[in-house]
């Protein structure tokens, strides 16, 4: 065996998942041949317990062989290779011995099934532990039998709540809800295993586990026997498609997949053959394509960066912030979430409660999802310290500023900062669109100094751009991606210029918005649009919620850095300038919200800068703001903001929220192909002006019949 180790004894096969030249296991063709044939060679070996492990650290098996499933081009291809699956996990479910799945890492996917089709589950408390089923996040459902044994041992309530979303759960929690028999320590790990092992060979202790499984009390068994009616089936998954319809739009396919799966109860083999035919209906589609690419995309990215960017032998233990607003109590949240013991600096003890609120109020949101208990919530506010002076930053590791975007301000800032500063420490701005390069200008040590653009709300917004300025060394930019990525956040390197990369090409698109109202299209009419394409929010939403003063002022420094074809919308002006509208926050925007009512500000249409209503469709509303953006991109590109398309694409997803399931926006782009994106960019340009005159690099592209891939 190439992949497979087996150890005997008189009662014991062993049997150890080693991929070779992999730092994972995961279920290719070749390996699901060799796990066949072993299982066929076990079925009459005398042993009594059969145990699957993983010669891999913090790895059982991660999955399916993804580059295999990216090959699947039709539903006939998609249902043969399901089938050898289901076929191999049901040679495994009816062997004699008994069977246990010792779980020490990630145990995902095709790894998950595998368990799931074994007698008990054995995980260690390990962090690196994670068990699920996240096959919708590339566009399918689990393939293997996932969703009928998941459910027999969980309920359909816990079986939903993973599957649907792609939730991996740590050990911890899978043992709550029964999906593993046992926790183990990591300590003394071996001891324990063999324990578990040599208990199993016991009639006695196998029941004990069994037993585990069955409701005890009147009252659960009551209740057991409930949610397996009828009526509890049709209620659970009525309430987890509305659920899907809220997060998805309906413009994911698989999760809806899954329920239709689970909508008729019929027994385990009819339940099979449904899961079959709805992950062989999926698993060639665009979508499934696209989220499949984009995760290629993403490990790219990041051996990209692991090649680029070595990891510093230490990161901060200790951090200060510069300013208490809503990014600073959010960075300040970041930085004790993580451990570090954090000092934020404001200038007076108002602001200062306002960072404090800010991060406790995203620990009350853990808190409401059980992600943590209060007493961590106590320990990580007491890491916050504040003062109106730089008292304590002389202990900072990092320094991250988040004053008002006023250049003037943040250089005086940055300057004082740096010289209480330790000569080691690294000092960063989250300005979403100043000059990094003119800010290092007051600095006497601006090697160490770059952009670390923080998206709002932190807690939520995966992605961190790390901004080069002309004098950044390598290894700051190398400290500020391990120090994102330790953060659980998803880093861009980007180079310096007005509005860097993702909002350089987002506030287009928001301005282009504010263009298409003025020639009277509907503000609802164009949000609509927007989030069918697939947007979380349309343009006049989104400008409310981040703020149009926020918006206004990034869209006219963007105006000064690239002239007429960034010139701000007239109705923009009046907004701000005459109106002084500021959107959600202030109660009043392009829309009006009134408690939880919603509706759009009928004022803005009687602006004198306003024209007569017109009807625009849907295409057209797409093609203006989302060419727009594509075009900027193209200009990014060229200028090397961004290394490639695929890092862009990435920071567009991680930033705006733009669809996952198109790829991306240059894949999206390229879905059209460069020449027609061409074509229609002219009729713009002629329909509307400079704001759609196309880049050398898309003309280039389209030229020589090229793509951003």
Not at 81 to 90: M, R
Not at 126 to 132: A, E, R, S, Y
Not at 612 to 622: C, E, L, M, N
């Amino acid at each position: 065996m190439k992949h497979i180790q087996i150890q005997k004894n008189d009662w014991l096969i062993r049997v150890t998942f080693d991929y070779q030249d992999q730092a994972i296991n995961k279920l290719s063709a070749e390996l699901m041949k060799e796990l066949f044939d072993v299982i066929k060679d076990i079925e009459t070996a005398p042993q009594k317990v059969v145990s699957f492990e993983s010669a891999k650290k913090d790895i059982f098996i991660a999955g399916a062989a993804i580059e295999e499933l990216q090959k699947i081009d039709s539903i006939e291809m998609a249902k043969e290779k399901a089938q050898q699956g289901l076929k191999i996990f049901k040679a495994l479910e009816l062997l004699p011995q008994t069977t246990v799945a010792i779980i020490d890492g990630a145990c995902v996917g095709g790894g998950c099934e595998l368990a799931l089709a074994c007698n008990f589950r054995l995980a260690t408390d390990n962090p690196k532990t994670k068990i699920g089923l996240p096959e919708v996040k590339l566009g399918i459902i689990p393939g293997w039998g996932g969703t009928q044994r998941l459910p027999r041992l969980v309920g359909l309530p816990e079986a939903l709540a993973m599957i649907l979303p792609g939730k991996l759960l740590p050990a911890a929690k899978a043992y709550r809800i029964k999906l593993v028999d046992k926790v183990i320590s990591s300590i003394q790990l071996e001891q324990q295993i063999d324990q578990f092992l040599e208990g199993l060979r016991k009639t006695r202790f196998q029941e004990s586990l069994l037993s585990r499984r069955e409701p005890k009390s009147i009252a659960q068994k009551t209740m057991a026997v409930a949610m397996d009616s009828h009526l509890a089936r049709l209620y659970i998954l009525k309430k987890a498609h509305q659920n899907v319809m809220k997060t998805t739009k309906g413009l994911y396919p698989a999760p809806l997949a899954v329920l239709e799966v689970y909508r008729k109860k019929c027994n385990f083999e009819e339940g099979i053959q449904r899961e079959l035919s709805a992950f062989s209906n999926l698993a060639s589609t665009d979508v499934c394509k696209n989220l499949i690419s984009l995760f290629f995309l993403n490990e790219q990215v990041k051996k990209e960066q692991r090649e680029r960017y070595p990891q510093p032998e230490t990161l901060p233990s200790s951090g200060a912030v510069l300013g208490a607003g809503v990014m600073g109590g959010g960075i300040a949240w970041l930085m004790s979430s993580k451990g570090l013991s954090v000092r934020i600096k404001d200038i007076n003890w108002e602001s200062i409660q306002l960072g404090y609120q800010q991060a406790a109020d995203y620990f009350n949101q853990l808190k409401k999802r059980r992600r943590i208990k209060q007493a961590g919530i106590d320990t990580a506010i007491n890491r916050i310290g504040a003062a109106l002076d730089y008292t304590g930053f002389n202990h900072a590791q990092i320094a991250i500023e988040a004053v008002i975007e006023v250049m003037q301000v943040k250089k005086q800032v940055l300057k004082e900062a740096e010289a209480v500063l330790p000569e080691s420490s690294l000092l960063c701005t989250n300005t979403s669109a100043l000059s990094v390069t003119e800010m290092a200008s007051v600095l006497t040590r601006p090697s160490q100094f770059c952009g670390m653009h923080f998206f709002n709300p932190v807690n939520r917004m995966p992605l961190v751009e790390i901004v080069r300025g002309e004098q950044t060394s390598e290894e700051t930019i190398a400290k500020a991606v391990a120090i994102s990525k330790a953060w659980g956040k998803v880093p861009i390197v980007v180079n310096d210029c007005p509005g860097f990369l993702v909002n350089r090409i987002l506030l287009p698109y928001l301005n282009e918005a504010a263009y298409l109202l003025q020639e009277g299209a509907d503000i609802e009419k164009v949000d609509s649009a927007i989030t069918t394409f697939g947007m979380p929010m349309g343009p006049f939403q989104l400008a409310d919620e981040v703020g149009i003063d926020v918006g206004y002022k990034v869209a006219a420094i963007l105006e000064a850095g690239f002239g007429e074809r960034m010139a701000v919308a007239t109705i923009l002006e009046h907004i701000h300038g005459s109106l002084k509208l500021s959107g959600k926050k202030g109660g009043r925007g392009f829309y009006h919200y009134k408690n939880k009512e919603v509706e759009v500000n009928q004022l803005l249409y009687q602006a004198a800068c306003v024209a007569s209503s017109k009807d625009f469709s849907d295409q057209d509303i797409i093609d203006r703001l989302m060419l727009v953006m594509v075009n900027e991109a193209a200009h990014c590109i060229d200028e090397g903001i961004v290394e490639n398309a695929g890092q862009l694409d990435l920071a567009m997803i991680m930033g705006t929220g733009f669809p996952a399931w198109r790829g991306g926006l240059c894949c999206w782009a390229d879905s059209i192909g460069c020449k027609e994106v061409v074509q229609r960019l002219d009729k713009l340009q002629q329909q509307v002006g400079i704001r759609y005159q196309v880049s050398p690099y898309l003309q280039k592209c389209a030229d020589e019949q090229r793509s951003f891939y």
